[in-house]
């Protein structure tokens, strides 16, 4: 996933490198770059299993809210489409979640398990495809990495994953005669399901389901 998502990257930066050469201005007709800031919601359900003891089974759904910045680039072949990828170069963390769990040889003592994650490395390529009345529907695929940061009494840790997924949004694109754009967008992303097994207990799994995220955007940039 890393590996990818470094390729895009670098192709991102080959392409302005090789835009810096041109001194015709046709060279980047077509090329957009910008800014956005995205305030949204996710949703998942976070379920562990240990598979040597049915009974012994936690499930739980959670939300919280999110605000992040990102940067994009652009590129138009003609007036209908366009291409681009985003990248948000900050993480999205999870709220910290408490689980207690009384486990047998420990005198009734409860034992606390805390956990979080960060969404890191949100990488998004996309299409927009422009309509009628300066709107535009925009389709993409989303790569993630996930980092855990967990503290387990019961004992464990759990690598960190990765995951992709489908975005489909709606925007409003307002240009100005200097080429510069305001576009403000809502979006609703799905993630595939992520799972990790205990590294020191291979009969706990972990697994992510049900991976959901709403945004809405604004966003400035400059076409050439």
């Known amino acids: 996933m890393k590996q990818l998502k470094t390729r895009i990257a670098i192709l991102v930066a080959v ?9 015709s201005s046709s060279a980047i007709e077509g090329l957009s770059i910008g800014v956005g800031y995205h305030t949204g919601a996710a949703m998942g359900t976070g379920k562990e299993v240990k ?12 939300a919280f809210e999110f605000d ?9 072949p003609n007036e209908q489409f366009s291409f681009g990828v985003e ?14 769990q009384d486990t047998a040889g420990q005198n009734g003592a409860l ?5 979080k994650a960060s969404f890191e490395e949100h990488t998004t390529v996309y299409a927009n495809i422009n309509m009628p009345f300066n709107t535009y529907l925009k389709v993409g695929y989303v790569m ?8 387990l009494a019961t004992g ?11 975005t489909v949004g709606l925007g409003y ?20 399901d992520v799972s990790a097994t205990n590294v020191n207990d291979s009969e706990k799994t972990v697994t992510v389901s049900e991976m959901y995220g709403a945004t809405a955007s604004i966003k400035i940039g400059k076409s050439f």
Do not use: C, M
């Not at 034992?111 to 956990?115: E, G, K, M, S």
């Open 156 to 166: 464990g840790a759990y690598d960190d994953a990765d995951t992709t997924g489908y």
């Open 87 to 100: 990248y948000w170069p900050d993480a999205v963390d999870t709220p910290e979640n408490l689980n207690k």
């Open 51 to 62: 598979s040597d003891d049915a009974n012994n089974t936690t499930e739980e759904d959670g």
């Open 111 to 115: 034992l606390n398990n805390t956990v």
């Open 144 to 151: 993630t990495d996930i980092a855990t940061n967990e503290s």
């Open 15 to 23: 392409t302005f490198s090789f835009f810096g050469f041109q001194t």
């Open 68 to 76: 992040i910045p990102a940067v994009f680039v652009e590129f138009a």
């Open 173 to 192: 694109n307002h240009s100005a005669d200097n080429g510069i754009f305001v576009r403000v967008e809502l979006a609703a992303t799905e993630y595939d």
